[in-house]
């Protein structure tokens, strides 16, 4: 079938992405050989908004059917990063490289060390994508550390039982000023107890104002452990699309004072409980750490998939 690409036009091919990606997770059985819609989300309103701050037009291209039918996407997320979002229906080698070729193009871009490079992602067992990758030039990265693993835990597994936290509170993220606190938390959580950081994501509160901003936002699903003097030790917020009954969680971090007390597994156990009531199937999370994929380990179990990237260098 001949598809023609074009450049991202607006907010309407947002939503119009957001269904596709929808699609495409259930006829790929739920895995994430495409992103989860809330990974989108999360994108499109929090990352490139306040951190990346790419133009859509320059670097997000959609393939369509004659009948203008979404059947791929290509879309950074850091900078110099490539992910191909295909449907199933319309894969085929052809469409795979002329979607790496199109990245080359406009999404490759200065590593630390000023090299030019492109970083294309693949789950691990793509060996037709691994086979294109091969034949343009590209190199698996083979640190463990920049391995992306999705753990999977599906809602019919029973959830493990995590007794109550002395000193702390497991619920929903509250009002008022405890989402300054939320704010303050996330600084320390990622950015190993950087006060300054903390700091200024507590003054200006706007970005979070941004992910509760997003379609699949929901508070009753932003998980917080609330020490008892008031401040968030831990935090976990799950995104639940109802469509794919699926769920992602983004992020996840525990405050480094607040750090082995179990409050990881805590903030996790309680999301995916919530999960359960509501009816979702499947519940993903990432992780490429030691210490994260070990926790996801602990609360998820053995069943996950491996996104690796690729790299290609422009000399």
């Known amino acids: 079938m001949k598809l023609s690409m074009r450049p991202y036009h607006g907010e309407e091919d947002y939503w119009r992405m957001r269904q596709f990606l929808r699609e495409v997770m259930l006829l790929n059985n739920l895995h994430q050989y495409s992103w989860h819609v809330a990974r989108l989300d999360y994108w499109w309103w929090f990352a490139n908004t306040d951190i990346e701050k790419f133009d859509l037009t320059q670097v997000v291209s959609l393939w369509e059917t004659e009948t ?35 990245a080359e193009e406009h999404l490759k871009h200065p590593n630390l060390e000023g090299r030019m490079r492109v970083l294309v992602f693949s ?18 990265v083979d640190r463990p550390e920049t391995n992306e693993i999705v753990h999977l835990f599906s809602l019919e597994n029973e959830i ?32 190993n107890d950087d006060i300054h950081t903390a700091r ?14 997003a379609p699949l936002y929901r508070r009753d699903l932003d998980i917080v452990a609330v020490a008892d003097d008031g401040s968030i030790a831990a935090f976990c917020t799950v995104w639940f699309d109802d469509v794919t009954r699926t769920a992602y969680f983004e992020p996840v971090a525990t405050v480094p004072k607040h750090q082995r007390h179990g409050l990881g597994k805590a903030v996790l156990t309680e999301g995916l409980r919530r999960l359960k009531m509501m009816g979702a199937k499947l519940a993903t999370v990432g992780g490429y750490s030691d210490a994260a994929n070990g926790l996801y380990f602990s609360v998820f179990g053995k069943e996950h998939d491996i996104i690796q990237p690729w790299e290609k260098f422009f000399d």
């Open 68 to 102: 203008g039918k979404i059947a791929a996407v290509l879309n950074p997320e850091g900078r110099g990063q490539a992910y191909l979002q295909i449907h199933p229906k319309y894969r085929t080698p052809e469409l795979e490289e002329e979607m790496v070729i199109k």
């Open 123 to 140: 789950d691990s067992k793509d060996t037709m994508r691994h086979k294109i990758l091969n034949r343009l030039g590209y190199q698996k």
């Open 160 to 191: 493990p039982f995590i007794r109550p936290l002395e000193g702390y509170a497991i619920r929903a993220l509250g009002h008022g000023l405890e989402l300054l606190e939320r704010c303050y938390a996330s600084g320390l959580g990622f950015h």
């Open 200 to 213: 200024e994501n507590r003054d200006d509160p706007s970005w979070y104002h941004h992910i509760q901003s």
